[in-house]
T-cell receptor, first 110, second 118 residues
């Protein structure tokens, strides 16, 4: 699986958009970009995933660059409950395990 | 949806005893489940891949005789920490994947088990 690189931490004001970047320059053509988050002492929560096209769901939007070497997770209106560690993972659809990096600790403050 | 239930959420055991953790897929069948462990302020580390009806595949450095995995049905995998020691204290998390129509739900994770060995 391709390695991903994320900033270790980010801050965001409550109510503002949180834009979390992820670099995956070695991603292969059949690898998807998955985003998960983990709130303290809980299991990771699925947010969104995509292959090429931008994706949006009720939680977030995923913007993938045309060359697929990077992506951005957007939380449109961050709340205090969005404070968590966010993981960006590149993985194929073969059903193998997700491999977690260090992620980005997002702190949302009022 | 895709729900994975993990039990217990917390367990304290004495050194030298064994502890069993259960992972169930509630609304789908999972031929494959994954087990992770997580130390404080660290990321999740894959321990093993659990395959229904066959032996688990362990990651390098994970002792298969210490961390026994059984995947006897399509909805249940168990992780048994045998002869637990304080250094086995950790957060253990399982995961399974639900695929298919109408959408790919991706990988779903259990809520984790906090194991403390005293």
């Amino acid at each position: 699986d391709a390695k991903t690189t994320q900033p270790p931490s980010m801050d965001c004001a409550e109510g503002r958009a949180a834009n979390l970047p992820c670099n995956h320059s070695t991603i292969s053509g059949n690898e998807y970009v998955y985003w998960y988050r983990q709130i303290h002492s809980q299991g990771p929560q699925y947010i969104i995933h995509g292959l090429k096209n931008n994706e949006t769901n009720e939680m977030a939007s995923l913007i993938i660059t045309e060359d697929r070497k990077s992506s951005t997770l957007i939380l449109p209106h961050a709340t205090l409950r969005d404070t968590a560690v966010y993981y960006c993972i590149a993985a194929n659809q073969a059903g193998t395990a997700l491999i977690f990096g260090k992620g980005t600790t997002l702190s949302v403050s009022s | 949806g895709a729900v994975v239930s993990q039990h217990p959420s917390r367990v304290i055991c004495k050194s030298g005893t064994s502890v069993k953790i259960e992972c169930r897929s509630l609304d789908f069948q999972a031929t494959t489940m994954f087990w992770y462990r997580q130390f404080p302020k660290k990321s999740l580390m894959l321990m093993a891949t659990s395959n229904e009806g066959s032996k688990a595949t362990y990651e390098q450095g994970v002792e298969k005789d210490k961390f026994l995995i059984n995947h006897a049905s399509l909805t249940l995998s168990t992780l048994t920490v045998t002869s637990a020691h304080p250094e086995d204290s950790s957060f253990y998390i399982c995961s399974a994947r639900k695929q298919g129509q109408p959408r790919d739900y991706g990988y779903t994770f259990g809520s984790g088990t906090r194991l403390t060995v005293v």
